[in-house]
């Protein structure tokens, strides 16, 4: 009997499985396919944070910084490809009928409750401002925060040059020199959401759990309840939708 302890091998989840798997199977054929298929390109890659455009050539001249170019380029595009979407949301809610909206997002599988914050950033005309000078922060999490800055505080954060597309929260929230009132609100934590059945959600019982909410929230100043716009007339026009939809199936059956 042997006293020698054996090392089991390390265990990979089940990504880098995959990944492993997927690597030994194309790793010869890969190579030859990129370069018989991709567009090629001798250009020196730049970065442009500038530029709106996906960089879609393959690289000729092989080396880090040419990669290093396409891809920072291509993941700052992305970045601001998610601003546009935010914009285009905030459009569709202010010019489509409400019942064309709610079909828009139901057509993209979100939610009016998923898209608060896309729509927070969206709206605010300030970040478009730094969209255009390709100093928009790539952090999703720091767009909205700038959201909640007020003119002052985002003046400062425009005005300084040192602050680009890189820049951490930390350091916008220096260069910004934010008030009580603003820190208050970029500190707080969302926690959970309200879902509705709504095969036994009705208007009165909408009423009667907005006030209990509200009087329940007085004895807990640490929370804050914000209700999506105008949510009870679209609970309204959905409950008579659905009772509509039920009477013309009762009738049909009879």
């Given amino acids: 009997m042997s006293n020698v302890i054996e090392k089991s091998a390390p265990q990979h989840n089940v990504a880098e499985t995959i990944a492993e798997e997927l690597l030994k199977r194309f790793s010869k054929e890969t190579p030859e396919k990129i370069t018989t298929e991709f567009q090629r390109t001798a250009k020196p890659i730049v970065f442009n944070k500038m530029s709106i455009q996906l960089s879609t050539s393959g690289i000729k001249d092989k080396n880090v910084e040419n990669y290093y170019n396409q891809i920072k380029n291509n993941r700052y595009v992305a970045k601001k490809g998610m601003y546009l979407?935010?914009?285009?949301?905030?459009?569709?809610?202010?010019?489509?009928?409400?019942t064309d909206y709610e079909s828009l997002l139901s057509k993209l599988g979100y939610s009016e409750a998923s898209v608060y914050k896309q729509i927070s950033i969206g709206s605010d005309f300030r970040l478009f401002k730094m969209f255009n000078q390709g100093r928009l922060p790539e952090s999703w999490t720091t767009q909205y925060a700038l959201t909640q800055f007020n003119d002052e505080e985002l003046k400062r954060v425009i005005d300084d040059k040192n602050i680009t597309h890189q820049s951490t929260l930390a350091e916008i929230k220096k260069v910004a020199?934010?008030?009580?009132?603003?820190?208050?609100?970029?500190?707080?934590?969302?926690i959970g959401s309200v879902k509705v059945n709504k095969d036994e959600v009705n208007v009165a019982e909408v009423n009667k759990f907005e006030k209990s909410l509200k009087k329940f929230m007085n004895d807990y100043k640490?929370?804050?309840?914000?209700?999506?716009?105008?949510?009870?007339?679209?609970?309204?026009?959905?409950v008579e939708k659905r009772d509509s939809k039920d009477r013309t199936s009762n009738e049909i059956a009879a």
């Fill in 85 to 98: 979407v935010c914009r285009d949301l905030f459009d569709a809610k202010v010019n489509l009928k409400s």
């Fill in 177 to 190: 020199k934010i008030t009580g009132s603003t820190s208050e609100k970029l500190e707080l934590l969302g």
């Fill in 222 to 238: 640490f929370v804050t309840i914000e209700f999506a716009n105008d949510f009870k007339n679209k609970i309204k026009d959905f």
